[in-house]
């Protein structure tokens, strides 16, 4: 579902508003003083999400076998 967020031009509070029709935004205003003042801003919210990769680097694995010693590199996502 999308979710807006909003900063009050009066008194810069920021909220969120969850948009299930657009005709819902003729009656937004500010949660905190009902001003209808408001602007749009873009949530960043969205953009933190999935990127951490830490979890999604390439482990190489060295085990020894019947040749000395192999290595395998595991990749993330890849099944066998
Ligand atoms: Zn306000």
């Known amino acids: ?44 919210t969205n953009y933190s999400v999935g990127t951490s990769g830490a979890n999604m680097s390439p482990k190489a694995q060295t085990r020894s076998c019947s040749s000395g010693s192999c290595t395998t590199i595991d990749l993330p996502g890849y099944s066998r």
Do not use: Q
């Open 1 to 44: 579902m999308p979710i807006y967020e909003f900063k009050c031009l009066e008194c810069e509070n920021i909220f969120e508003f969850l948009l299930i029709n657009p005709g819902e935004t003729l009656e937004m205003k500010c949660t905190k003083c009902s001003s209808e003042k408001i602007e749009r801003v873009l949530s960043t």
